[in-house]
């Protein structure tokens, strides 16, 4: 046993590989790479669990309700309102966005779309929203 811990520790210690350019890594350096990919394989794997489940409540809500979202957003001395609602309707996600400067509205944008995946990436790409933002309209019946 005491020679298997000697050459791990040895291992350890040592260089691994070559380079031309740059001293070899040690090995414990491939070690911590190797924790730190597991590590980072993990985090995704939670990430997307997240975004599943996320893309889930909101669909199953989404049946029921509709969600809107409401921004204001100080550029200058000008106030400018972002809001936003997003219904299902008819086996289609129906997205409206408006955007009011003061009194006059000064872009408006109705959109259909297919999936959830497309909604947020048209929301993250083209307003000041994501889809997380979105919650049951106070105006809904519970």
Same mark, same amino acid.
Not at 48 to 54: D, Q, T
Not at 106 to 109: M, P, S, V, Y
Not at 138 to 142: D, E, F, L, N, V
């Given at each position: ?6 050459a791990i520790?040895?291992?350890?210690g040592?260089p ?6 740059r ?14 990919w597991?590590g980072?394989?993990?985090?995704a794997?939670e990430l ?7 893309n889930?409540?909101a669909n199953?809500t ?7 979202v409401?921004?204001l957003?100080?550029?200058g001395k000008t106030?400018?309102e972002?809001s936003?609602?997003?219904? !299902?309707?008819?086996?289609a996600?129906?997205?409206d966005v408006?955007?009011?400067s003061?009194?006059?509205t000064?872009?408006?944008?109705h959109?259909?779309f297919?999936s959830l995946s497309e909604v947020?990436?048209?929301l993250s790409s083209e307003?000041? !929203?994501?889809?997380?933002? !979105?919650k049951?309209s ?5």
């Open positions: 046993m005491d020679e298997v811990v000697s520790v040895e291992w350890l040592s691994q590989g070559f380079s031309a350019r001293p070899p890594p040690y090995g414990w350096v491939w070690v911590v790479m190797a924790a730190i597991i980072g394989w993990l985090t794997q997307k669990g997240k975004k599943k489940r996320l889930s409540q199953q989404l049946i029921d309700h509709e969600l809107s409401t921004a957003i100080e550029t106030l400018i972002h936003a609602r997003l219904k !299902f309707d008819q086996k996600y129906v997205l408006k955007i009011t003061g009194t006059e000064e872009r408006l944008i959109k259909k297919t947020e990436a048209f307003t000041v !929203f994501i889809l997380s933002d !979105f049951v106070p105006s809904a019946p519970a």
